[in-house]
């Protein structure tokens, strides 16, 4: 319970920290409208389709990941709180409350898509709203317990932005790939049945992705 507790405190205190602030939010959120905004002109001679819109929102996504989930590690680095969080709290519950924020962050943002993408698309219809649901919340946990890890390896490290890009590539090829072939079968009216490959694999791969770097990031935290 002293855990459950610790772990919602310190991911509170991050919310409040980002909400005064606003660095990743108002950067990212400019990112995801520039790019819904260039996309929009991109395809206005081309006839859409769903697998072109799952790739470029799922594109998107990815690119948003890439370029703000790091901030959970390196705002603490900048703000030289790194020592006195890792005396005042646990690696897990570290590890923990960061997930929860990059969670929560990437899945605000991944609805603000989604929601931008209907605005602006008229052809951007979900034809099976569980399948489009369950593609977004398992394609977007993917990819906050990839980004949450990298973001711990990387904080003390120069050069962090090109690094964490290089480290992060590889590990969310996976969950990319596998969310957009259920997001184009959530446009294209496809049953729940027919995606349950793609959500074990999400699934699977959110697993041992969150149990890895649970226990290597008691390691990198106290390096």
Do not use: C
Not at 47 to 73: D, Q, Y
Not at 119 to 134: I, N, Q, T, W
Not at 208 to 222: C, H, N, P, Q, T
């Amino acid at each position: 319970m002293r855990a459950l507790l610790s772990t919602y405190a310190l991911f509170a205190k991050d919310v409040r920290s980002e909400w005064r602030t606003r660095h990743a939010l108002n950067s990212l959120l400019m990112f995801v409208v520039t790019a819904v905004i260039v996309i929009l002109f991109a395809l206005r001679s081309v006839e859409p389709n769903p697998e072109l819109f799952s790739g470029m929102l799922w594109v998107v996504i990815f690119f948003t990941t890439m370029s703000g989930m790091s901030r959970a590690f390196v705002a603490e680095e900048d703000r030289g709180t790194t020592l006195t969080l890792q005396l005042v709290a646990s690696p897990g519950v570290v590890f923990w409350g960061k997930l929860f924020l990059n969670s929560g962050l990437i899945l605000v943002l991944s609805g603000i898509i989604s929601v931008l993408y209907k605005l602006f698309f008229s052809g951007f219809v979900v034809k099976s709203p569980d399948v489009y649901v369950a593609s977004i919340v398992l394609g977007s946990l993917g990819f906050a317990s990839a980004s949450t890890i990298i973001a711990a390896i990387i904080a003390k490290t120069s050069g962090r932005g090109t690094l964490y890009a290089v480290l992060l590539f590889p590990l969310l090829i996976i969950p990319l790939l596998t969310a957009m072939s259920s997001t184009t079968k959530s446009l294209e009216g496809a049953p729940f049945n027919d995606a349950i490959i793609d959500f074990q694999t999400l699934l699977g791969y959110l697993m041992v992705m969150v149990a890895g770097s649970s226990l290597l990031f008691e390691y990198v935290w106290k390096d």
